[in-house]
């Protein structure tokens, strides 16, 4: 799209473009996590095929042509659904839902090819971040199956302070939290993580009842178990700060 300023997003859109290039074979499936998906319980995408979800409104006409045709890994997508029922997890195969914009478009800049099959797990509607640390735990061993779990969100999301400067303050002070937490060692990681709201700027960065787009890093900071995380991205957008970060385990990354 064509952005005010017109390379706000340049910067954001060439660390996608190369992160395949970091990983140190390419993964035989991929497992998206996205922000826009939420269910009262984990569900899974079936479909062999599964069709592109336009879940936004008001964009530009080109957007709704954008095609991303990779397949979906039913088999896969069952054994994530037992991998969860057995640790607890309520969980369930939704055998027509769609790929929603939080996967398509990063995916579009990350493996553009689309000749990787993914699988995307919705985020459970309770917005608990403990739940989501457990619903990674469940699925950490994928990781040594060569399967690439990604978590598809914003460190800071909040609609209300985009492009306003005085929220440019707000976001580095819970970005700098963010990534010394995701950097500490996993039981320090977990812990902060599970009580991210009480620290300070977090709901001015993540208002209450709109976390979901801080989630998806719960699921992978669980899927690391022991794993260290680190900060791999970091920008200034929207007069806002973002980060991406990355958990390496030996050879596996989420």
């Keep these: 799209m064509e ?3 017109i390379h706000e997003w340049d910067r954001t859109a060439d660390f996608l473009k190369g992160l395949a290039k970091t990983l140190p074979a390419p993964p035989k499936a991929i497992v998206m996590v996205s922000a826009h998906w939420l269910e009262s319980s984990v569900s899974v995408t079936g479909s062999p095929n599964p069709e592109l979800i336009y879940d936004y409104y008001g964009f530009p006409e080109h957007t709704y042509a954008l095609q991303y045709p990779a397949k979906g890994e039913p088999v896969l997508a069952k054994a994530i659904v037992q991998r969860l029922k057995d640790a607890g997890v309520p969980a369930s195969i939704h055998p027509s839902r769609g790929f929603d914009h939080g996967m398509f478009i990063p995916m579009l800049l990350m493996f553009p090819n689309a000749d990787i099959p993914v699988v995307q797990l919705s ?3 309770n917005l608990d971040a403990k739940t ?9 061993s994928l990781r040594d199956e060569g399967i690439l779990m990604i978590g598809s969100g914003m ?6 302070g985009y492009g306003k400067p005085r929220f440019g303050p707000i976001s580095d002070a819970f970005d700098d939290w963010l990534t010394q937490t995701v950097e500490s060692d996993s039981v320090t990681r977990n812990k902060r993580l599970a009580e991210w709201s009480a620290t300070p700027f977090a709901r001015q960065s993540h208002p209450l009842g709109e976390e979901e787009h801080l989630l998806p890093l719960m699921v992978m900071a669980g899927a690391a178990s022991n794993g ?7 920008d200034r957008v ?3 700060t973002i980060s ?8 596996a990354h989420v």
């Design 3 to 5: 952005w005010n300023p």
């Design 123 to 125: 985020l459970n509607s």
């Design 132 to 140: 989501h640390l457990d619903i990674g735990k469940a699925l950490a």
């Design 155 to 160: 460190s800071f999301h909040n609609m209300r």
């Design 228 to 234: 260290m995380g680190k900060q791999v991205f970091t």
């Design 238 to 240: 929207m007069e806002t």
């Design 244 to 251: 991406a970060f990355a958990f390496k385990i030996g050879r």
